[in-house]
């Protein structure tokens, strides 16, 4: 090698060792500056249908406290919300769009509680952990991997909770309800989706309660209103042609539907006191209707508990700890508890909900 | 000697080629963003949150985010239409790195940010106008007001008297609305009494109608006029399900509606179009006035009756 070639040679090696120390500077620069912010939890949150009033009131919940604790953990909580519009399709795909866009955690309020194993399935793969809530999947399913959850209240208990109400005011106020003054209980139930597993647990249960106690009980007629405000009032209009007023209990799967048949009774302008209307989830509307007395009673859904317990499940799982320090878990559920709200416990629990929100 | 020092060259050349090789592989590693990195962040502060009057922009947002692979931040200070919790917002997001800005400011005095040029990424404002060269996607308030003053008129002599609210005095769009209605209902020599939230009520009884350009206090107002058995005729805008109740009861005369998605969607797209340095978006929300009658006009079904987006 001569001198020229050994001079050429050294000077190569030193561009070249120049440019790929250059290139990596820059590159780390511009990848600190990209970084720069608190770290970042990205949550995908995928709801079976935005129509429905609790799920969106849920979901407006969790988007407000985990806005309150970015500042309290020091990190920054996105949130990207998806509407399944009631189809186990449409979210299957939605699903697996938040899993390639690397999202940290998944939360998810399932169309159809028999297709979470594929979901369970694509988040393990993807190292996501998986949170349901508010529609319950099938055990088997959640039991697949240590990392799928679920949170939300018993449905048996919701039902029979709803049975408690009526009960109580078939006891106590047995001249008002017993309209025909038969001794006989005159119901008609609006269902939710046909199938879903709510559906049938609480039109089970609402009725086997007040039958257990021993009060004889007719059903007039039932059906489905897909937990559907609009639907249940369609309902509600022909069985009130069919039956008027020998209705004397109206079941509903949920309040929306309750507050349909609300909506009937004052379109055809029927004269207080309506027939007892009991419905579920204790929505801000449903509410004000127990408060004035239209509504008897609801069960309380504790949305806001439901929201609360998914953010503080998420921040365990994100920072990787062990949520059972934090919750009693059970099959790798959360449960938690529905509570009935009638006009006597109306004030009460308005006072204690001002009180948590100021 | 020479060839020593040959054969030590030929071992450095090697060992340099080794070492680059090595830091090529690691530059790759590092140079190769996340997906998650990838993506442009973008923070919507709301001056309030109400499903019913934001929700549909709010769709549009999203849409626009998905279709430009963007992120979004939704944030909406804890006192609904708080200036002082909206201009810390919005420092706050600036400073943890957001790449562009979607504001709905809740007074002027967060308005006065943009004057300022305190903001340092691209942004948008929706409802209220900055002075500065910062692009605003909302109906044109000139025309909202003149719609609503000439509805009234149709229905109205000008023996009436109008009641014009102002629900949020320090907030410049509806402050807009509300002056072109006051023009408009001036020419044609109404009579006309303004309110803010504090005094309306006791002005309620000496008029005939209201004029109040905002969605979430006229929901809130149709359910006092409800509550108190009030039959004063309302025009307002907005196309919530409140307000198409009111329509469809006649409890609202006339109301001024627009495409609140593609508002939405635009203001997304303009920011992204920014950020990726693309052609940004030039079109506006045209606005409708809308009776009970005409309610089911197609046109009108697509905003008042969106079919899933």
Redesign the interface.
Known sequence: ?NRKT?KF??LL?IS??IL??F??FA??TA?MK?????P?L?IGVAMYSQEDTFI?SLV?NF??MA??RESQEGI?I????VDG?SSQLIQNEQIEHLI???YDILCVNIVDRTAASTLIDQARQAEIPIIFFNRQPVMEDLMRWEYAYYVGAPAEQSGSLQGQIALDLWNDQRERIDINGDGVLQYVILEGEPGHQDTLIRTEKCIQLVTDAGVRAEKLISDTANWNREQAAAKMTSWWQEFGSQIEVVFANNDDMALGVLDVMQQLQVEPPYPVIIGVDATSEALEAVANGTMSGTVLNDGVGIAQTMLELSLSLYYQQDPAQKFTIENQSIWLPYRPITQKEIEQFLTQQENAAS | MKRKLSNFMQLGIVAALGISVLLSIFIQEVSFPTVSENRMEISVIFREWNSSTWGEIRLGMEKAASDYQAELRFLTPQEANSPSEQQHLIEQEIKNGANGLVVIPAAEQVLQLFSDNKITVPSVTIESHSDEQIPCFTPDSEKVGQLLAQAAAEDFTNQATALLINPLPDNTGIQERLESVQKYLIEDHFSILSATSDNWTELLPQSDFVILPETTSAVWLLSFLEEEQLAIPLYTVGYSQEIINGLENESIRAAVIWNGYGEGYLAVQQIASKLLKTPPPESQPAVILVRKEDMYEPENQKILFPIGH
């Open positions: 090698m050994r040679c050294f090696v070249l060792v790929v120390l290139s990596l590159i780390l990848k990209k970084n720069q912010g608190p970042t990205r969106r407006q988007e407000q806005q309150q920054r996105n949130i990207n919300l519009k390639t866009l690397d």
